[in-house]
């Protein structure tokens, strides 16, 4: 009877394990369902998802496309009569106007966003290492040019300026810009300190570094992906904006929004197509030029 037992034992694990190394497991399983689901979509020449696709790039490009096609027509009409390069050489030899509304912008643009991206990193390595009773308070009103809309805070700023008998003209336009992009590097400097491991703080406070040298040699290196990256948001929203910059803008300091929007009132030019076609081929050519650079950045 002994014996009958342990072969019967036997003969269960000796099969449990033919079973088992015969079933597949659970991560082939969901490689094969992988394969099939990948086989099926292969087989299927239309399919909902790629419809949808292939409709939002339609809708994203084709404005882009036909804005750069009437910048080589040779006339001023919405009537394609023939590829001419008029609208450039007015652009680049007859158009001074725009080319300082341009200038303003770029110069307007990069200053309030290295103030933005200075005051901002500060007040987020600020707020995260530091607790103090306003501290959600501060964190609340920071956000605050984030979510109301610009017109209020055009004609606040406006009230502002006339209050203090500040003049508008390029100042107040700086100090605008200023105001609404510091949120922006504040949210992503901050996002990036949630990440931060502070075993790194302790480790440099233990070699011997004061809270100066921590700043400057661990925490800003640290947080450098979430620097560059609201610095650019704060250029980008700064060369676009057009409804503050209305409001806070004085005689002088017209910025390149509300050139484009003066010149429209009386029908679109195709000089502005054709500075729109210069934009779009800077950026592409700026962006594919420092792509290695944000790579290295976004790993960080």
């Given amino acids: 009877m002994k014996f009958t037992i342990n072969t019967n034992f036997n003969i269960k694990r000796i099969v449990r394990n033919v079973v088992t190394t015969i079933k597949p497991s659970r991560s082939q399983d969901e490689a094969a369902r992988h394969a099939r ?4 979509r292969r087989q299927k020449p239309f399919s909902f998802s790629a419809a949808v696709f292939a409709a939002t790039v339609i809708f994203l490009f084709l404005p882009l496309f036909v804005l750069t096609l009437y910048s080589f027509n040779a006339a001023k009409s919405l009537h394609f009569t023939g590829f001419s390069l008029v609208w450039y050489e007015q652009l680049f030899l007859h158009s001074d106007g725009l080319w300082r509304a341009f200038g303003n912008s770029v110069f307007i643009a990069l200053t309030s966003a290295v103030t933005a991206t200075i005051f901002g990193t500060l007040g987020a390595i600020g707020v995260n290492w530091h607790r103090f009773r306003l501290r959600n308070y501060v964190q609340v009103v920071s956000f605050l040019p984030m ?4 017109i209020i805070i055009g004609v606040s700023l406006t009230i502002f300026f006339a209050g203090l008998k500040i003049p508008l003209g390029l100042l107040t336009i700086y100090i605008a810009h200023t105001t609404f992009n510091l949120p922006f590097v504040f949210l992503m400097v901050m996002a990036r300190l949630d990440e931060f491991d502070f075993s790194i703080i302790e480790a440099a406070s233990d070699l011997g570094a004061d809270e100066r040298q921590t700043l400057v040699k661990v925490t800003v290196p640290v947080c450098m992906p979430g620097i560059i990256s609201g610095f650019l948001t704060a250029v980008t929203i700064s060369l676009e904006d ?6 806070v803008a004085g005689t002088g300091s017209t910025t390149l929004p509300l050139y484009i929007y003066s010149a429209i009132r009386f029908g679109v030019s195709p000089v502005i197509n054709a500075l729109s076609v210069v934009m779009i ?10 792509r290695n650079f944000l790579k290295y950045i976004a790993a960080k």
């Avoid at 979510?147 to 610009?150: A, D, M, N, Q």
């Avoid at 057009?242 to 409001?247: H, P, Q």
């Avoid at 081929?281 to 594919?288: A, H, K, N, P, Q």
């Fill in 281 to 290: 081929l800077g950026t592409v050519l700026l962006t594919y030029l420092l």
């Fill in 147 to 150: 979510v109301l809309p610009e």
């Fill in 37 to 40: 689901r990948a086989m099926r």
């Fill in 242 to 247: 057009f409804v503050i910059t209305y409001f």
